[in-house]
């Protein structure tokens, strides 16, 4: 059973910096493409960045620059590391993992199987 928990999340001011790391189990991190989301107030669930099962990395416009995605396979975890934070940063961020043999990250939340239960990243100005 594939388990992913998020951790890292917490309250920054603009400017600042965040590491969010996801823990996965079962040693999915070397197999499996992972992306991480977020959902902000109100709003529909959105991509922020995805690595596929090579490493290839992609990003959402909004985070690129500022964002990496970066995974530890000794350590089966796959991070984010958020620099240069904005307000409209401010959301629940999710990790998510897409089944075996899906190799490539993919912006569509509908095209992962696993999920993380969230960390709330709130940006402060």
């Known amino acids: 059973q594939v388990q992913l928990v998020e951790s890292g999340g917490g309250l920054v001011q603009v400017g600042g910096s965040l590491r969010l790391s996801c823990a996965a189990s079962?040693?999915?991190?070397?197999?499996?493409?992972m992306g991480w989301f977020r959902q902000p107030p109100g709003k529909e669930r959105e991509f922020v960045a995805g690595i596929s099962r090579l490493g290839n990395t992609g990003y959402a416009d909004s985070v690129r620059g500022r964002f990496t995605i970066s995974r530890d396979i000794a350590k089966n975890t796959v991070s984010l590391q958020m620099n240069s934070l904005k307000p409209e940063d401010t959301a629940v961020y999710y990790c998510?993992?897409?089944?075996?043999?899906?190799?490539?990250?993919?912006?569509?939340?509908?095209?992962?199987?696993?999920w993380g239960q969230g960390t709330q990243v709130t940006v402060s100005s």
């Open positions: 998510a993992a897409r089944r075996t043999g899906r190799t490539a990250w993919t912006i569509s939340s509908g095209e992962y199987d696993y």
């Open positions: 079962g040693g999915i991190v070397s197999n499996k493409a």
